[in-house]
């Protein structure tokens, strides 16, 4: 049973920039897809962006040129790379290991982290 950790979050100002961190323990972090989820009081859970084991990526369409996710697999670690951000992505984002339906990744937690809280002040 794999565990994942985030770290990074914090409050920053409208057009800047933050990098989430998400470290993996306890299975074979590169062969499985990873993903970032975001949510806000009162909404669903979002995904944010998914990354496969050969490094493929995808995202959704409000972050599309502003995010960027990626990975080290010698590190076991995944990242998030938020530029130009908006009060809009005010949320907490967490990190997780991602089923996979033939080769696409897909929005469905195997182990999620607990989350971080970002914050956009306009």
């Given at each position: 049973q794999g565990q994942v950790r985030e770290s990074g979050g914090g409050s920053v100002q409208s057009g800047?920039?933050?990098?989430?961190?998400?470290?993996?323990?306890g299975y074979t972090f590169s062969t499985y897809c990873m993903?970032?989820?975001?949510q806000t009081?009162?909404?669903e859970r979002e995904g944010v962006a998914t990354i496969d084991s050969i490094g493929r990526t995808r995202y959704t369409d409000s972050v599309k040129g502003r995010?960027?996710?990626?990975k080290d697999d010698a590190k076991n670690t995944l990242?998030?790379?938020m530029n130009s951000l908006?009060?809009?992505?005010?949320?907490?984002y967490s990190c997780a290991?991602?089923?996979d339906i033939g080769s696409?990744?897909?929005?469905?937690?195997?182990?999620?982290?607990?989350?971080?809280?970002?914050?956009v002040s306009s």
């Open positions: 800047e920039s933050l990098t989430l961190s998400c470290e993996a323990a993903g970032w989820f975001r009081p009162g909404k995010f960027t996710i990626s990242y998030l790379q908006k009060p809009q992505d005010t949320a907490v290991s991602l089923r696409s990744c897909i929005y469905d937690a195997i182990n999620a982290s607990q989350g971080t809280q970002v914050t």
